[in-house]
T-cell receptor
Framework: EDKVVQSPLSLVVHEGDTVTLNCSYEVTNFRSLLWYKQEKKAPTFLFMLTSSGIEKKSGRLSSILDKKELFSILNITATQTGDSAIYLCAVDYGGTASKLTFGTGTRLQVTL | NAGVMQNPRHLVRRRGQEARLRCSPMKGHSHVYWYRQLPEEGLKFMVYLQKENIIDESGMPKERFSAEFPKEGPSILRIQQVVRGDSAAYFC??????????????FGEGSRLTVL
């Protein structure tokens, strides 16, 4: 059965800390891995990763994929209270149609 | 440039009633996906539609659930004879292209169904 596992389940850090969120997966027909940020409402897209070893960056956020070891990490440097959210990892495993399998997410809380 | 619009945002139904959730994709998007998020669980794929066609409904329960995406108008997720276990947040997403073809998925804010 295809599955995506995220760790830790939740995390509390102080503003300014650096955090690393983990996502491991076991899927057939892997096509891409995506990260989303979910605050109280709609998940918003952060990154899509298709190739190993190529870091994607957006401001203080960065992510990398390891297709050999089947995992990805999401780094957030100099965290701010606005980074508090649930971070979702999802894998597009193709097949006959595009669809994503999501992990349960990592709940990040950044405190002052 | 409106995003993915879902309504109603909140819906309360009694057991046995019908629930209809609507989703208008982003302008120009022809790929629509429905996901369900149960409490303390991750988003689970239900169905993938393109205009007038169901492409993949492998994640949708075989009974009581149906989805459509007509040529005109929003996509509809319909749940007949709701039960308490149907209580969840139902998210719609749309994309310009299929995800595997670098199509980014844009989510709506979800419709939260509560079955009494």
């Amino acid at each position: 059965e295809d599955k995506v596992v995220q760790s830790p389940l939740s995390l509390v850090v102080h503003e300014g800390d650096t955090v690393t969120l983990n996502c491991s997966y076991e899927v057939t027909n892997f096509r891409s891995l995506l990260w989303y940020k979910q605050e109280k409402k709609a998940p918003t897209f952060l990154f899509m990763l298709t190739s190993s070893g190529i870091e994607k960056k957006s401001g203080r956020l960065s992510s990398i994929l390891d297709k050999k070891e089947l995992f990805s990490i999401l780094n957030i440097t100099a965290t701010q209270t606005g980074d508090s959210a649930i971070y979702l990892c999802a894998v597009d495993y193709g097949g006959t149609a595009s669809k994503l399998t999501f992990g349960t997410g990592t709940r990040l809380q950044v405190t002052l | 440039n409106a995003g993915v619009m879902q309504n109603p945002r909140h819906l309360v139904r009694r057991r046995g009633q019908e629930a209809r959730l609507r989703c208008s994709p982003m302008k120009g998007h022809s790929h629509v996906y429905w996901y369900r998020q149960l409490p303390e669980e991750g988003l689970k794929f239900m169905v993938y539609l393109q205009k007038e066609n169901i492409i993949d409904e492998s994640g949708m329960p075989k009974e009581r659930f149906s989805a459509e995406f007509p040529k005109e108008g929003p996509s509809i997720l319909r749940i007949q004879q709701v039960v308490r276990g149907d209580s969840a947040a139902y998210f719609c997403a749309s994309s310009l292209a299929a995800i595997g073809n670098t199509g980014e998925l844009f989510f709506g804010e979800g419709s939260r169904l509560t079955v009494l």
